[in-house]
């Protein structure tokens, strides 16, 4: 198993895509800086136009930590697209290229084999997050600096920026936890669909409907507390006046069990499955 | 015996790809599977590889290796991106094997191949992909290798040098080696036995030399003015340039050169025609 997943990560290195992927989280990050270096004033006046006629405001809004807050909302669709189409295609470019049929031709378990791939592409999606988080904190301190954190959520939140720093941070933990459950779902679909294109276009509409049916309203409590897409935005919540730590733990550990069942249904239907590309 | 698969059936729906095939295979020798394509000479071997599940029979490997068996279904599946060594590095790494430089340059080496390339499989020509694909398969030292079409796309001099390298492999290292083909061609200098696959069922098994003979009912006889020949013209010969096609039933081809050199006819060679429609057994192709 060891031996395997070191021989995925191995493949992970070589492969052209995964500098494509990493390109990409830091273009998405390198257009909102650029943005906001450009137009965030202007938005962040026209936020607070009606309260600046009540309250008088100190210092700099538009700092690294808003510009940390506004990267982090990349989590609702861009991040996890993107990981989305790399980690299905962990799989798929072996069906295209029939070296999954090469590698089963080996003395290679289908469990461990499907297994290494499930471990290889939660670790890439918790080192891309890595990634994310540590450029954008380095790239907006350097050039915005720090500041208070003014956030809409429920209405207009302020936070001091000792305070904004460390909500940020578990935004991104939080986050992560939703990152992985997307990146299983992308690696079972592979498994269900084997063909890259019917993957991405599936993984699309997955993560579409995702966003949607969490601000749709069930009228069902069951549904509305436990139904797999209004667990995935755990990172928001860290942003309220009062952190409701006990649903944040609640969303994180429901939708990790969502995780586990997606990659057992995504095991047992490979392990089940003919080797027929 | 080093592989055993009996009664081995398989369908897709309703219909029915192989029917109780039978396969018996002893060490070191070297087995061919003719048949046209869609016979089921790849779901075969693709079962005999544990890559599909069959819907009945046995298989049984005797062999005490980390790796029984190993193989290259159709063309050698390789990552294009990796260079020689990434790809022997990877395939070995997955079963647990460490490929030290002295285990590269061997593996190399077996299959005929330089440890000089380092660039990308994707600038490899298909022959040394298969050469590479070999090696691959060689890894850990099975017992036997199954070979499915491995002269497809290679240029005549890519299929005698494949075919040296299979000899040697089965000769020096006492490796079975079952290999396929839908050209008769291909096989028959190679293997030791030949199997017919044909409809899902092997027709006809045997020794590929005498198997062949028995297929064999018309004969290319060549050498100059041959449409002169009152023996060739008596047996209803079909004459073609410098040479005549003949398929003898009341006397025997020996006896028809024998009957062309007394009549002073210049006989330059004699090659044997495989009737493939008697090899295939007709119909069901």
């Known amino acids: 198993m060891i031996s395997l997943i070191r021989s995925e990560i191995y493949k992970i290195r070589k492969q052209s895509k995964t500098l494509y992927a990493l390109a990409a989280i830091l273009i998405i990050e390198g257009f909102v800086i650029v943005s906001a270096y450009y137009q965030g004033a202007g938005i962040i006046d026209l936020l607070l136009a009606n309260l600046k006629d009540s309250f008088e405001f100190k210092g700099n809004l538009l700092n690294g930590n808003l510009i940390i807050y506004l990267i982090l909302n990349s989590l609702w669709f861009h991040i996890p697209l993107i990981l989305m189409i790399i980690i299905s295609g962990f799989l798929t470019s072996e069906y295209k290229d029939r070296t999954l049929e090469t590698v089963m031709l080996q003395p290679v378990g289908k469990l461990n084999f499907i297994l290494s791939k499930y471990v290889v592409s939660i ?27 003014v956030v809409y959520l429920d209405g207009l939140n302020f936070f001091k920026s000792d305070e904004a720093f460390y909500r940020l941070i578990y935004a991104f ?66 942003f309220y006046y009062k952190i409701p730590y006990s649903t944040i733990y609640f969303k994180n550990f429901m939708l990790f069990g969502y995780t586990l069942i997606t990659m057992i249904i995504g095991i047992i239907i490979f392990k089940r499955r003919d080797i027929q590309v | 015996m080093i592989l055993e698969a009996r009664n081995i059936s398989k369908s897709y729906g309703s219909l029915e790809v192989l029917k109780n095939v039978t396969l018996e295979c002893h060490k070191g020798k070297i087995y061919g599977l003719i048949g046209a394509n869609g016979t089921g000479k790849s779901t075969l071997f693709r079962i005999l590889l544990g890559l599909i599940k069959a819907d009945g029979g046995s298989i049984e490997i005797n062999s005490q290796g980390i790796k029984p068996i ?166 209803n010969a079909i004459f073609s340039k410098k040479s005549a096609f003949v398929s003898p039933k009341m006397i025997s081809i020996s006896e028809i050169l024998q009957k062309l050199i007394e009549e002073g006819q210049e006989v330059t060679a004699c090659i044997p025609q495989t009737d493939l429609k008697a090899l295939f057994g007709g119909e069901k192709i």
């Not at chain 1, 299983?184 to 063909?195: E, H, R």
């Not at chain 1, 019917?198 to 507390?225: G, H, P, Y």
């Not at chain 2, 460490?98 to 660039?119: F, H, I, P, W």
């Not at chain 2, 005549?156 to 490796?175: C, D, F, T, V, W």
């Open chain 1, 123 to 149: 670790v890439f999606t918790l080192l891309i997050v890595l990634l994310l988080a540590v450029s954008t904190f380095l790239v907006s301190y350097w050039i915005f600096g720090r500041g208070d954190l």
């Open chain 1, 173 to 238: 933990v939080s986050g992560a936890n939703s990152m992985i459950f997307f990146s299983v779902v992308s690696l079972t679909l592979a498994v269900i669909l084997k063909d890259a294109t019917k993957t991405w276009i599936v993984s699309a509409i997955f993560l579409i409907c995702s966003n949607l049916l969490l601000k749709i309203d069930f009228q069902n409590e069951f549904l509305n507390e436990l139904f797999f897409s209004k667990l995935t935005d755990s990172w928001q919540y860290f």
């Open chain 2, 70 to 235: 190993g193989g290259i279904i159709e063309k050698p599946a390789l990552y294009g991106y990796l260079s020689a060594y990434g790809n022997l590095k990877v395939f070995a790494r997955s079963q647990g094997l460490n490929l030290t430089k002295e285990l590269y340059s061997q593996s190399m080496q077996q299959v005929g191949l330089s440890t000089k390339r380092t660039d990308a499989v994707n600038n490899y020509s298909l022959g040394m992909k298969q050469r590479l694909g070999l090696a691959v398969a060689l890894l850990n030292n099975p017992d036997c290798i199954v070979l499915d079409e491995p002269f497809s796309g290679l240029d005549p001099m890519g299929i005698i040098a494949l075919h040296e390298l299979i000899k040697k492999l089965s000769r020096q290292n006492q490796i079975t080696i079952i290999i396929s083909s839908h050209i008769v061609g291909e096989l028959t200098d190679l293997c030791d036995t030949l199997c017919i696959l044909n409809g899902g069922e092997i027709i006809k098994k045997g020794p590929a030399a005498e198997l062949l003979n028995d297929s064999v009912t018309t004969y290319k006889i060549v050498g100059n003015n041959l449409e002169m020949s009152e023996v060739l013209q008596s047996i």
